[in-house]
C-alpha cells in the first residue's frame, strides 16, 4: 500500500514538475503547425466589429475621418492590419483621411503603412489625406486639435505648413470629421473617450491589443465608444468582411495553435495540483 501510495503521488507529482523546456518545445512546435501545413480559421463577426466596418462603409466621397495610430513597433503585429483596412475602406470610398500619432516610435512606421497604401490606391498626400504626425501629451493634444488641428499641428509630418494644404482648407476641428478611429497601444485609447468623444461630442471607435479589450467593452455598452477592434481577431473579423485576407487573418492559425497549448498546459497543471491536494487529504 505504501508502494501503491508513492506510486500514486508520483505522477501528480511529475504533472507539477514538468521542465519548462518542454513547454518552449511544444509552443514551437504548435507555432510551426500553420507555417508548414497552411490552414485557415473560420472567423465569426461580432457586432462591435461589424459597427465600425458599417460606420466607413457608410462613408460618402469628400467625407473625412481622423485617424490616429496611437501605438508603436511593440504592438504592429495586432494593430497595423487594423490600420491597413479602416485606410483601404476609407480611400475605396473615396473618403479623406487625418491621420495623426501618439505614440513616440509609431510615426515612422505610420508613414511606410499610410504610403504604401495611398499609392496602391492611387491617392495623393494633402489632397486625399494629410498626415499630421506625432506630438507629445497625448491628453493635451486631443484637447487642443478640439480648438484647431493647427494648434497643434502647425505643420504636417513632412513640414508643410497646415494652411497651405489643400485638403485642410476647411478642416479645422472634429466637428469637420465624420469619426475618430484610435487605434491604440496604451492608455491614448482612455483619452480620446474622455476628451475626445465626452468633450467634444465626436464619435470614436477602438481598435485595441488582445490584452486591453475587456478594459473597452464598458464604454461600448455605455456608446461612450460606438465600435471596437479587439487584437487579431478583431483585425481578422475586418478583413473577413472586406473579403479580404490579410495579415491579420493569416496570423489566426498561429494565435489559434498556441492557445490551444495554453489551455492543455494549464488543464494539465490543475490536474496535476488537484489530485496532490486530494492525496494529501486537503480537497474531499
Not at 24 to 51: C, D, K, Q, T
Not at 117 to 125: P, Q
Request: net charge negative; with cysteine.
Amino acid at each position: 500500500m505504501a508502494e501503491a501510495g508513492r506510486q500514486e503521488r508520483r505522477w501528480f507529482d511529475r504533472l507539477l514538475t514538468i521542465d519548462r523546456r518542454w513547454i518552449y518545445l511544444l509552443m514551437a512546435l504548435g507555432v510551426l503547425v500553420p507555417a508548414i501545413f497552411g490552414f485557415a480559421v473560420p472567423v465569426s463577426v461580432s457586432s462591435e466589429v461589424r459597427s465600425v466596418h458599417e460606420f466607413v462603409e457608410g462613408l460618402e466621397p469628400g467625407d473625412v475621418i481622423l485617424l490616429a495610430i496611437d501605438y508603436d513597433p511593440s504592438t504592429l503585429a495586432e494593430l497595423h492590419p487594423m490600420a491597413e483596412a479602416i485606410l483601404s475602406q476609407t480611400f475605396e470610398h473615396d473618403a479623406r483621411v487625418i491621420v495623426t500619432s501618439l505614440s513616440q516610435f509609431g510615426p515612422a512606421m505610420a508613414d511606410e503603412l499610410i504610403t504604401r497604401v495611398a499609392r496602391a490606391r492611387g491617392k495623393r498626400s494633402g489632397v486625399d489625406y494629410t498626415f499630421l504626425g506625432y506630438k507629445p501629451y497625448p491628453a493635451i493634444t486631443i484637447l487642443a486639435m478640439g480648438t484647431d488641428f493647427r494648434v497643434p499641428f502647425p505643420t504636417d509630418y513632412y513640414g508643410t505648413p497646415v494652411d497651405e494644404i489643400p485638403m485642410m482648407e476647411d478642416l479645422h476641428n472634429y466637428s469637420d470629421v465624420e469619426c475618430v478611429i484610435s487605434l491604440a497601444g496604451g492608455n491614448s485609447a482612455d483619452f480620446w473617450i474622455q476628451y475626445g468623444n465626452a468633450k467634444y461630442g465626436v464619435p470614436v471607435a477602438l481598435g485595441v491589443t488582445g490584452v486591453m479589450a475587456s478594459d473597452y467593452y464598458p464604454f461600448l455598452q455605455s456608446e461612450q465608444i460606438f465600435g471596437l477592434l479587439p487584437g487579431v481577431k478583431g483585425a481578422a473579423e475586418y478583413e473577413e468582411l472586406m473579403d479580404s485576407l490579410g495579415d491579420a487573418s493569416r496570423g489566426m492559425p498561429y494565435q489559434m495553435t498556441s492557445h490551444l497549448l495554453i489551455i492543455v498546459a494549464m488543464i494539465v497543471a490543475n490536474v496535476g495540483y488537484i489530485a496532490r491536494r486530494r492525496a494529501l487529504g486537503t480537497v474531499r
